[in-house]
């Protein structure tokens, strides 16, 4: 299991590695997944604008982009987060940054354990295991 956390064009969040690395690897086991390479890499708006357009051909701003390279029940993948849309998501939703912040670092894993979010019952369903990972992470840290 590698988990790494970059930035590319910011400051690093402050982030709880080997304690954030043991939630997703908790995440991960619930769906009968194991971990393998997840690279993140957080970054400002206009590199995930770049990164939609690219790769996604998509002319929007994201909160998080997810490449997947799982195989079989490991999941592996690049995940990269524009820190600036995780700002102003928690503004937008009167949420704490470091509650959202999370929330986008395990919705990645959740899609890499194939929750998928892209129908109104499949969002919810996403919610509703974001929340339960949340409520994981509050009681491991």
């Known amino acids: ?20 690395a043991n939630w997703i690897k908790t995440v991960a086991n619930s ?5 393998g390479e997840i690279a993140y890499l ?8 770049e990164i939609n357009r ?4 998509h002319d929007f701003y994201t909160d998080i982009i997810t490449f997947d390279y799982s195989e079989e029940d490991t999941i592996s993948g690049d995940i990269f987060i524009s820190i600036d849309t995780v700002r102003s998501n928690s ?29 109104e019952e499949e969002e919810k369903e996403m919610r509703e295991a974001e929340n339960s990972a949340l409520n994981l992470l509050k009681n491991k840290m």
């Open 1 to 20: 299991m590698a988990i790494t956390f970059q930035a590319e064009g910011i400051v690093l969040p402050k982030i709880k590695k080997k304690e954030t």
């Open 31 to 35: 769906y009968d997944r194991k971990v």
């Open 42 to 49: 957080f970054c400002d708006d206009e590199k995930i604008l």
């Open 54 to 57: 690219t790769w996604l051909q």
């Open 91 to 119: 503004q937008k939703y009167h949420t704490d940054f470091e509650e959202e912040f999370h929330r986008v670092i395990i919705h990645g894993i959740l899609h890499l354990c194939e929750v998928n979010d892209k129908t």
